[in-house]
């Protein structure tokens, strides 16, 4: 099975065999397409055992490990001593091997989703996976980032109900820089959210909240907006190469676009404030 998608811009083959019994679904499946130029490949296998690797060790993290040297990446996804996946990333080309008895019945979205390491894709194009709440207003996108439990959901449900807007996606977006422009793009990422549009909108406003007993609203600059948009950035923290772009993405994104710090009541005060400076 061969299946072509199109996820924030970057273009990606799956290549699937016809017993691992994969179906595209609710995440996947928004963000199909039927040609692609030049793709990343991903190439599935699966085996009894995972291959034999010999690379020095580049970093050990609860869920996974990477290996690597100067001509390829290698992720052994799972526990350490008994990891289900790996992925040998070699530029456009990508190798994943499943070992079979953690997958009796086959793969899932999130099986082909895990193999993708989006963060670090995303990286060659100017952008970052970035957790927020995002809603089209007025054909263009609105933010809401915040530390979890915040609010970021109860933003967009307020401005879904209120203003008619669409929830785009409950939990995650990438942001990009393309020719001078800040762009938000949905993505088959959504956490506990039933929301996964495949929408690239530019960016009007991102918008950080914190609760507060009454409304107020002030646009954020410099360091402060940096560092609030920097909360809710997800990186590989230990390639210093990722860091690099993903900071400077994140420079670019706090300069050209609106950031605002919202302390609000979980009401229609909040969708006011911000209405009233947008």
Known sequence: MESN????????TAYIPD???????????????????????????ISNELPELKFPV?????SYTVYGNEECQIRCIGEKSSPHMTVIHKGKEHFVYLKASDYPNGITEKTVLNALSLEHLVTQISGFV???????HNGKAILFTAPSGTG??????LWNKYRDTQIINGDRAVIRIENEQVLACGIPFAGSSV???????????????????QTTIRKMRGYEAFSKLWEGVSVNTWDKEDMANVSYA?????????VYYLA??????????????L
């Open 152 to 157: 970021k959901s109860t933003q967009a449900t």
């Open 264 to 277: 609000c009541t979980p009401d229609e005060s909040a969708v006011k404030a911000l209405e009233g400076v």
């Open 5 to 12: 998608y199109t996820l924030a811009g970057i273009e990606i």
């Open 19 to 45: 017993d691992m019994n994969y179906r595209n679904g609710r995440l996947l499946g928004n963000f199909l397409v039927e040609t692609v130029r030049d793709p990343h490949a991903f190439h599935f296998n």
């Open 195 to 213: 929301y996964c549009e495949n929408r690239t909108l530019p960016v009007a406003a991102i918008v950080y909240l914190a609760q507060a007993p």
């Open 130 to 136: 970035f957790h927020c709440s995002y809603i089209e």
């Open 250 to 258: 994140v420079e670019q994104t706090a300069s050209k676009v609106p």
């Open 58 to 62: 580049v970093t050990r993290q609860d």
